[in-house]
């Protein structure tokens, strides 16, 4: 085991994961397990977004970005590290095929 930030540690003592799952997953928030979350996506499990806010490193007054931030769950993790003045801006980006195909995909060099 990878030892934590202390910064994330608190962030995952103050926002509580229950409250960013629907009701019928409520009981399982706190199982190191991907939830649903509706709409064919899932919330990460714990470890996993751990890990991911441990190599970023956030601290107070950074100014942070998250790009399809699901839930919300790890954009008020990153408000908690970065502090209440700075809290992170989020884009939650969604693509039809079509239009990731013809756009993203089209400028990725990916061909039909």
Not at 30 to 39: A, K, M, R, S, V
Request: charged share 15%; glycine share 12%.
């Amino acid at each position: 085991m990878y030892s934590m930030n202390k910064l994330v540690e608190r962030a995952f003592g103050a926002v509580a994961r229950k409250d960013f799952v629907p009701q019928d997953v409520a009981a399982l928030s706190y199982e190191n397990t991907p939830l649903p979350i509706g709409f064919g996506q899932t919330i990460s499990q714990p470890y996993t977004v751990k890990f991911m806010l441990n190599l970023l490193k956030p601290s107070e007054g950074e100014h942070i970005i998250d790009v399809g931030h699901g839930s919300g769950w790890q954009t008020a993790l990153l408000a908690f590290c970065v502090g209440e003045k700075q809290a992170p801006s989020s884009a939650n980006l969604a693509l039809s095929r079509r239009s990731y195909f013809y756009g993203l995909g089209g400028a990725l060099g990916f061909a039909g």
